[in-house]
């Protein structure tokens, strides 16, 4: 796999900021053709190095909320379970860390059926179990996180992609609902499907998977995403970081975190250790240096766990195989 070039890492941004720009407007901002944006972004979606997914917003499925899990296994035991962990439809950001011993990954939990919560800590490899309800995701302020510095939009190129595109309101009264199933489904797929493939995927009309998407995108009841691979955009060293802050502190500590562009996500959870993250930084000496000067400055932290992780068996839906995103 060949490494992403300046060109490559700009319209991986731009997607970023805006997973379902138009090639014409990303080719516009860093001024090549459109034709060579669209060349090159199906190149990196062949080469395994990006996907653009969509995903529904669990605070608006009524009976689902997600939770963070950390799984201590016996010796020998994480790869075997984290591969079957991740071919699960409820599981997402599926990792294996501290030397090998502990996995964590995401889980969408129904209240109204048994699932993960109650099968993990019952299987033979699991030594330790611990589940952390997701409280409130932290988002920066209008800034999304950027993978790899040093080809990153500037100001301008970044004003010129959003331009137009309009704010994210948080209306609770928008939900998912039944009927939007095939239209998440092809959207999980493929974030990026033509109207014309989706409204063939729902039986509406170009127009209707139009105007549905937006309504429900401008709500926040579902977000777009991207799973990249990491290494071929030169991070190196992942770490999720356990933080404990004082309560009064949370959401100061929460909104100052989501500004780092070291953090890929940051979220309140219940447990001991309150507010979690996760560190993507290009190595290990990038990591101290985020922890010893940007999380150090921040009042209200009491403490911070640093768990590196060894590999990521799965991303927000795809899988990860020979550092390359994959299908399932």
């Known amino acids: 796999m060949v ?9 991986l941004h731009a997607l970023q900021l805006f997973p379902r720009a138009p090639f014409a407007r990303v080719a516009a901002v860093i001024g090549v053709s ?13 080469a395994g190095v990006v996907r653009v997914l969509a995903r529904a917003n669990p605070t608006r499925q009524p009976g689902k909320s997600y939770w963070t899990l950390r799984i201590g296994c016996r010796p020998g035991t994480a790869q075997a379970l984290a591969d079957a962990l991740a071919r699960r439809d409820d599981t997402s950001w599926v990792s294996i860390g501290a030397g090998g011993a502990e996995i964590t990954c995401q889980a969408l939990v129904d209240d109204q059926r048994a699932g993960l919560l109650h099968q993990l800590p019952r299987a033979s490899s699991v030594l330790t179990f611990s589940a952390h309800q997701l409280l409130h995701r932290f988002v920066g302020r209008g800034e999304s996180d950027w ?3 040093g080809h990153e ?26 009927a939007d199933t095939p239209l998440l489904e092809a959207l999980v797929r493929d974030g990026r499907a033509s109207w014309a ?15 549905r998407v937006a ?4 709500a926040g009841a579902v977000y777009f995403d991207l799973d990249v691979a990491n290494t071929a955009v030169g991070i190196h060293t992942v770490a999720t970081l356990w933080f404990t802050v004082a309560p009064a502190h949370l959401a100061d500590v929460g909104a100052q975190l989501a500004d780092h562009t070291e953090l890929a996500y940051a979220a309140a959870v219940t447990g001991k250790t309150n507010l979690m993250a996760s560190a993507m930084c290009r190595d290990a000496a990038a990591l101290y240096h985020y922890l010893t000067t940007k999380v150090a400055a921040i009042p209200g932290v009491q403490s911070v766990e640093t768990v590196p992780l060894l590999a990521r068996v799965k991303q927000a839906h795809f899988l990860i195989r020979d550092g390359r995103v994959r299908e399932h």
């Open 3 to 11: 490494a992403p070039d300046r060109i490559d890492q700009q319209i």
């Open 197 to 211: 493939s989706l409204a063939a995927a729902t039986g509406w009309t170009q127009r209707q998977v139009a105007q």
């Open 147 to 149: 993978l790899a510095p």
């Open 34 to 46: 459109e034709q060579t944006v669209a060349r090159r972004y199906q190149r990196l979606r062949s």
């Open 153 to 178: 939009l500037d100001a301008g190129q970044r004003t010129a992609l959003l331009e137009g595109v309009p704010e994210i309101h948080h209306d609770q009264s928008v939900r998912v609902e039944e």
């Open 215 to 218: 309504t429900l995108t401008t």
